[in-house]
C-alpha cells in the first residue's frame, strides 16, 4: 500500500507542546511507514498578550485538515490532552461518512483520542477562571456549566497545579510530575520539558462548540497514571460518549500524561492498527 493509499495521522497538540516536543512520536510514526503531520497551534506562539485560543487553534486545524482531505487523502486525527478539545471542535462534517453523502472523496476516517478532553457542544475543560485567579482583569469567556474539572470537583486545584500569568498565559508548575511522571530517562525528560513552551491558558476554559465525535468513529487511549487529566476524567468522558450512543474502542497504558515520550511503541501500535482497519 502506497503512503497515498494510507490515511495520513495528523496530530493535535496538547498544551504547551509543539512538533518539536512531539518528535520521538512522529519519527517512530514514520519509521513504521505512516505519514504523519503535526501542525503547530497558534495558541503556543507566545505572544502576549496572546491573540490566539480555541476558536483559532480549531480554525488551523481544520484549514490543515481540509486542504489534505480535498486532495483526496483520508485522515486519522490523534489528539492529545487539549488537542482533543481541538480535534473534537474542528472537525465536524469532515467525516468519510459526510463527504461521501456530498459525493466527495476523502475525509477523517477516525478519531484518536490520547488521555484527551472528549467534551461536549457547551462544554470547557475548567470552569469561571475569574473565580479562582482574582488578578486576571482581562474579559474572558464565559462561565459555562460543563466544566469537566467543575464536574469533578477540582476547581480548588487549578492555582496549585497552574501558574497562570495576568494576561492569562499558563505554565504548570511541576511539568515533570503533572505531564511525566516518575521513573524514565532523565536526558530525555528533561529535553522534552525544555521543548515546552508558554501557551495561552485561556483555552482551558474556551467552550466547546461543535462535536466531531457524534459521526466519527472514535478510539480511546486512558492513562492509568495520568496527574494532568486523571483518569476518572477520562472514564467519564468516554462515558458520556457512551451514554451518545457511541461504540468506542478502547486501550489502557500504564503512564502519565504524555505516552508520546514513555509509551512510543506502543502509541505508534495503536496508530498502526487503526490506519491498518483503514486500507483502500
Known amino acids: 500500500m502506497s503512503m497515498d493509499d ?30 504523519v503531520h503535526c501542525p ?73 483520542y490520547l488521555c484527551a478532553f472528549a467534551l461536549e457542544e457547551g462544554g470547557s475543560c475548567v470552569y469561571n477562571p475569574t473565580s479562582l485567579l482574582p488578578s486576571v482583569s482581562l474579559t474572558l469567556a464565559p462561565s459555562i ?16 497545579a497552574f501558574d497562570f500569568a495576568g494576561d492569562m498565559t499558563v505554565l504548570a508548575r511541576d511539568p515533570r510530575s503533572q505531564l511525566v511522571g516518575q521513573h524514565y530517562d532523565d536526558a530525555e525528560v528533561e529535553e522534552y520539558l525544555n521543548s515546552l513552551v508558554l501557551w495561552n491558558g485561556q483555552c482551558m476554559y474556551d467552550k466547546i462548540e461543535h462535536c466531531a465525535w457524534r459521526e466519527i468513529p472514535i478510539t480511546y487511549v ?14 467519564s468522558m468516554v462515558a458520556a460518549m457512551e451514554a451518545a450512543g457511541r461504540v468506542l474502542k478502547t486501550h489502557e497504558l500504564a503512564t502519565g500524561h504524555c505516552p508520546n515520550l514513555t509509551a512510543t511503541k506502543v502509541v505508534v501500535s495503536i496508530c498502526a492498527e487503526v490506519v491498518e482497519g483503514r486500507k483502500l
Open 40 to 112: 503547530r497551534n497558534p495558541s503556543t506562539h507566545q505572544i502576549r498578550p496572546p491573540t490566539s485560543s480555541l476558536a483559532q487553534d480549531s480554525e488551523n486545524m481544520r484549514s490543515y485538515v481540509s486542504n489534505l482531505i480535498d486532495g483526496g487523502r483520508r485522515v486519522v486525527a490523534l489528539g492529545h490532552s487539549y488537542g482533543g478539545q481541538v480535534m473534537t471542535n474542528s472537525l465536524h462534517g469532515l467525516g468519510v461518512d459526510a463527504r461521501k453523502e456530498k459525493s466527495l472523496v476523502g475525509g477523517v476516517t477516525d478519531l484518536i
Open 6 to 35: 494510507k490515511p495520513a495521522i495528523v496530530l493535535f497538540s496538547g498544551g504547551w507542546h509543539t512538533p518539536e516536543t512531539y518528535s520521538k512520536l512522529t519519527k517512530a510514526l514514520a519509521a513504521a511507514g505512516l505519514d
Open 222 to 235: 486512558y492513562t492509568l497514571n495520568d496527574m494532568t487529566v486523571p483518569l476518572d476524567y477520562q472514564k
Open 145 to 160: 456549566v460543563f466544566s469537566k474539572v467543575k464536574e469533578m470537583g477540582h476547581e480548588e486545584l487549578m492555582p496549585l
